[in-house]
């Protein structure tokens, strides 16, 4: 018997025994290779996971768990059986692939929802202290030096201007402790919109603490997100909420300083995706929130980059080679699509 299969039929045994009634269907939203399972019962249907990290998923459990008296911008946890996670559909209908289908307009409504969304769910973890609870995130100097050493994979697609960056003051500035709940991984592919047109957030597996803009960082810095980068900033703007302990300026400032390294890890990820598979379709990489291994979403995170990096002083070498790291994927680009016109 394969792996996913077993996986699967335990999965299922687990769910008929825990809510005492049979599993009439069972699909992978996410695919097969994915760990978690969408389970249609006579009544409703229930999302299950069974995560490799045994810890991991106890985190989600006991951060849902917390969160739900106060926010309903997640899942419910229905119940932890072992390994295995039960927790509420929140719909099929995954951000990724809505805003990529819907106009310019609607996109900024959505895009504004998902920030203001993110603004709540941080709201309803200060309330019940879980940053005093999770695991602080990048807070090793180990992580914090590779965070910011990312920058030489520019070298390769530019002049190399980051090279002279003062690295060690960027991971002093970058290093925050964990005092305010993060969700972390807030790609446009942990979103979905359900039956009632709400748009809720999900996996939580590695929620923690830490200065809080990460999550923004996590979801502009998502190379597959078609929005402009000063369109993001202006909602964030707009829906920033003084809670957070930060004045506006300054959690741009450290948002963007964020982001700016956030980009270069997401474009480091599609250099070593296109090495090993080449180029996929926009298409393919939105069904299976892949890596954006397609020249567009390259550039744009080439985009991001460049208008984040701008924005604070000892980034700004970055910004430039962003800009000329653009130009290579543009020009890609355009070449794919002379040979497709052929």
Not at 123 to 138: D, N
Not at 199 to 204: N, P, T
Not at 258 to 278: A, D, M, P, W
Not at 301 to 310: K, P, Q
Request: net charge neutral; glycine share 6%; with cysteine.
């Amino acid at each position: 018997m394969s792996n996913k299969k077993s996986r699967k039929m335990r999965v299922v045994e687990s769910a008929e025994k825990f809510f005492a009634q049979p599993v009439l269907e069972v699909d992978a939203p996410g695919g097969e290779n994915r760990s978690s399972y969408r389970l249609v019962f006579a009544d409703r249907t229930v999302i299950a996971s069974l995560r490799p990290n045994f810890r991991r998923t106890h985190i989600e459990a006991f951060t849902l768990q917390k969160l739900w008296p106060n926010c309903t911008d997640l899942p419910e946890c229905l119940g932890v059986d072992g390994e295995i996670l039960f927790q509420s559909d929140v719909g099929g209908k995954r951000l990724n692939l809505e805003i990529s289908k819907v106009n310019k307009t609607k996109r900024v409504e959505l895009a504004h929802e998902a920030v203001a969304s993110i603004f709540r769910i941080q709201a309803a973890g200060r309330k019940v202290k879980l940053h005093e609870a999770l695991p602080h995130l990048g807070q090793n100097q180990l992580w914090l030096e590779n965070f910011v050493d990312g920058v030489d994979e520019l070298g390769a697609f530019s002049q190399g201007r980051s090279a002279n960056l003062d690295r060690p003051a960027i991971c002093e500035m970058i290093a925050y402790p964990g005092a305010q709940f993060v969700k972390w991984d807030c790609r446009s592919g942990n979103a979905a919109i359900g039956p009632d047109d709400r748009l809720r957030w999900f996996d939580c597996e590695y929620s923690g603490a830490r200065h809080g803009a990460e999550d923004f960082a996590w979801l502009i810095g998502d190379e597959a997100w078609p929005l402009k980068p000063e369109v993001m900033e202006a909602i964030v703007a707009d829906c920033f909420d003084p809670g957070t302990g930060h004045t506006l300026d300054d959690y741009l400032d450290y948002m963007a300083l964020y982001l700016t390294f956030h980009c270069i890890q997401r474009f480091k990820l599609i250099v070593h995706e296109t090495s090993k598979r080449g180029w996929l379709s926009k298409t393919r990489v939105r069904k299976y929130d892949d890596v954006g291994a397609h020249p567009e979403f390259a550039a744009q995170i080439c985009r991001v980059g460049s208008y984040f990096a701008e924005r604070n002083r000892e980034t700004r070498p970055v910004a430039r080679d962003f800009e000329e790291a653009e130009l290579v994927f543009l020009n890609i680009l355009k070449d794919s699509l002379k040979l497709a016109k052929a």
